[in-house]
Each structure stands twice: as structure tokens, then as C-alpha cells.
């Protein structure tokens, strides 16, 4: 994984010098998508977890670090990002100390209820009066939308013209990181605790395993990185919306890892990176996009029944097979 990470790494970093600006803002969605979908996979498909509210974090990530430049003098992405993660795993905590003490459907419905819960706050403006009269002036003029404006990246001041590619290289370096990270953990005595819980929660109890601890724990972590992943699309976009708390928005995060495989440990960056490439071939079409992106998610499903990565490592044994 290191001899991966590193050559990942730098075929990413020359990307500034390949592509144009545009393409290097779909390529900084990609990175981010990945980021959120491998901080939700911990849970879904190592822990076996089915989360349909890991929106909340993506988004309290970015509202918090939105109210914090907002409201206060801080102008640096720094605080900015560290303001969001924060938040977002305190929330994680919070949510996911209820939530692991059921299983299966009943896990699913109370992670949907909570995420609902706080995205009403947000579109009803209850946080906003938090803030007196100057938040409910900002919720009535962007109805629960708020833009962020462009922060300086470790002291440094960009232009709009270098702004995309310096952000982009701090979106790399985060999800490398996150790739380095979530991969030691899966390895871990921790990461195959996770996965005796998901194959098997009574023999994992009878063997001693802490199961809701661990599970409790998965949720936090998880809830860690899809807050980094919510940080940096705030100030990747400049602007965050209620959308990105909405129960869709966590069932696009559950498609993309799904789309790509849950099994296998990049599944959920090939899912991601797939989701937002067949996003932007569909948005080509002004009348039908929809109808669009659902038909090319189709035929992937189709061609990749098994996911994304399990095609892949079907083709690899059956070119296997061929050649012996």
C-alpha cells in the first residue's frame, strides 16, 4: 500500500502541469468523493454498517467551518478545516452512541432520523438564530446556503488564477493520507474485529470482542473523515447548501461505495471516482440529465455486478486462468 500511495501520490501531484483548471476541479471532486466514501466504507463494509446519515457529517463539517469565518476574524483554511472535523466527529460520537446499540434496519432508520433531524435545523433556520439577528439576516438571504469565500492556505494568500491548483495539492495530500490511515486501520487487530462483527455479531460477542465499543468506534472514525472530505468540498466549491445534508446526498455517498465495491479496500475510490465522471458526462445533457445518469449507472451495475473492483479482480483470474 506505501509503493501505491506513493505512486499514486505522484502521478497526482503532476496533474496541475497536465490539465486545464476545469479538469482539475472535477479531478479535486473525485479526490474528495473518494475521501467520504472510504470514511463511510470503515462502517458499511468493514464494520457491516449500513449508515443513511453520513451526510450529516459532510455537511456540519462545512457549515461549521463556514459560521466560523463567518462570525469571527479567521480567515486561514486552517481553523477553517480543523473548526468542521471537530464538529463533525463530535457529532459522529454523539449520533453514533445511540445509533450502534441497534443493528441492520433498525441501525439504518435511526442514523436516516437523526441526519433528518439536523437537516431541519438547518432549513428551517434554527441554527442560524443562533447567530441573532445577523444569522437570521444571512438565512433569509441565502435560505440555508452559505458562501465561503476563498481562505488562505498556510499563510499563504492565492489569486484566482493559482487558487485551484495550490487547493488541489492539499486535497491530495488529505487523501493520501486518509488512503495511508484507513488502510493501516483495516489491517489492524481493530480493522479484523470489525469484520468478525460484521460476518458474525454473536460468535464476535462470544469470542470477547467488545462489539458495540468497536462498532461505536468504526462510527466515529467514520464520521472523522467524511467531515474532512465535507471541509474541503466547502472550500473547494466555495458554497454549501442544505442538499449536502439531505438523506439523498447520503445515498449518493452509500451508491458510490457501493458502485465500486465494498469489499475491497479501493473499491470505494473507483465508485467515487465513477459516480462524479458519470455525473459530468450526464450533466452534458440539458433536458433528461437525470434519466441520463441513471441509465449509465445501470449499464456500470450491469457491467460490474460484483462492483467496480471485484470486475477487475475477476478479469485478473480469469486472465489467470487463460495463461496456466
Known amino acids: 500500500m506505501l509503493l501505491f500511495a506513493g505512486a499514486a501520490g505522484f502521478v497526482l501531484m503532476l496533474m496541475p502541469s497536465v490539465l486545464a483548471a476545469y479538469p ?3 479531478l479535486s471532486h473525485m479526490l474528495v468523493f473518494s ?25 456540519v463539517a462545512a457549515y461549521t467551518g463556514a459560521f466560523l469565518v463567518r462570525f469571527s476574524p479567521v480567515e486561514s483554511f486552517e481553523p477553517y478545516l480543523a473548526s468542521g472535523v471537530l464538529a463533525s466527529t463530535v457529532f459522529a460520537a454523539v449520533i453514533g452512541f445511540f445509533s450502534v446499540r441497534t443493528t441492520k434496519i433498525f441501525f439504518a432508520i435511526l442514523t436516516l432520523v437523526f441526519s433528518m433531524v439536523v437537516y431541519s435545523l438547518v432549513i428551517n433556520g434554527a441554527v442560524f ?9 444571512l438565512y433569509l438571504l441565502g435560505e440555508g446556503a452559505m458562501y465561503i469565500p476563498r481562505l488562505t492556505i498556510l499563510g499563504v494568500n492565492y489569486g484566482p488564477a493559482d487558487f485551484v491548483a495550490a487547493f488541489y495539492y492539499v486535497i491530495v495530500a488529505a487523501f493520501i493520507a486518509t488512503v495511508l490511515v484507513l488502510w493501516r486501520i483495516s489491517q489492524s487487530p481493530f480493522g479484523q474485529a470489525l469484520r468478525a462483527i460484521r460476518d458474525n455479531e454473536t460468535r464476535a460477542a462470544f469470542i470477547g470482542i467488545p462489539v458495540w465499543q468497536y462498532r461505536w468506534s468504526a462510527f466515529i472514525i467514520s464520521g472523522f473523515f467524511t467531515g474532512l472530505a465535507g471541509g ?3 472550500q473547494l466549491v466555495r458554497q454549501i447548501t442544505p442538499e449536502q445534508l439531505h438523506w439523498i446526498f447520503s445515498m449518493q455517498l452509500v451508491l458510490a461505495t457501493v458502485l465500486g465495491g465494498t469489499r475491497h479496500f479501493l473499491g470505494p475510490v473507483m465508485g467515487a471516482f465513477a459516480f462524479v465522471g458519470l455525473e459530468e458526462i450526464a450533466s452534458q445533457w440539458t433536458v433528461g440529465r437525470y434519466a441520463m445518469f441513471g441509465l449509465l449507472l445501470i449499464l456500470v451495475v450491469f457491467a460490474f455486478p460484483r462492483g467496480i473492483a471485484g470486475g477487475f479482480v475477476t478479469i485478473r483470474e480469469a486472465v489467470k486462468r487463460y495463461r496456466s
Do not use: K, V
Open 24 to 26: 482539475l476541479i472535477i
Open 35 to 59: 475521501i467520504a466514501c472510504l470514511g463511510l466504507n470503515l462502517l458499511y463494509g468493514t464494520a457491516g454498517s449500513f449508515s443513511l446519515g453520513h451526510a450529516t457529517y459532510f455537511g
Open 129 to 137: 438564530r443562533l447567530f441573532g439577528g445577523l444569522g437570521w439576516a
Open 232 to 234: 474541503l468540498y466547502g
